[in-house]
């Protein structure tokens, strides 16, 4: 079973890499974060394929200068992430199924899905 760890562990982690600029790497654990790129406002890889049933953790690079926020009413999600940042997106445990999620900021071209199965 999938435990996140408490927030100022997390942070503890994460501070150091943003001020060098290099990504947040989780611990080792089960299932690895995806990495999800934002470019010229469009994600990269679109179809992000996760296991069902358990919780899993999405790390957005946004290589765009602008703020991007990760948004999805079928996960349930809003995550905004500075230009030039990372950012962490947990998803839930999600039944089988396919999920949409966009960037809110750049809707018509920043669009993707979450493939739970
Ligand atoms: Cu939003």
Redesign the pocket.
């Known amino acids: 079973m999938y435990k996140f760890p408490p927030l100022a562990a997390l942070l503890a982690v994460a501070a150091p890499a943003l001020a060098d600029g290099s990504f947040f790497v989780a611990p080792a654990r089960a299932d690895a974060p995806t990495i999800l790129t934002l470019q010229n406002h469009k994600f990269s890889p679109n179809v992000i394929r996760i296991k069902a049933n358990q919780p899993a953790m999405i790390t957005m690079v946004n290589k765009d200068a602008t703020a991007e926020?990760f948004?999805s009413s079928d996960l349930k999600v809003?995550k905004v992430v500075a230009g030039n940042q990372s950012g962490n997106i947990r998803i839930r445990a999600l039944k089988p199924g396919t999920y949409k999620f966009m960037g809110?900021y750049h809707a018509a071209t920043a669009q993707g899905i979450v493939i739970a199965q």
């Open positions: 926020e948004d809003e809110e």
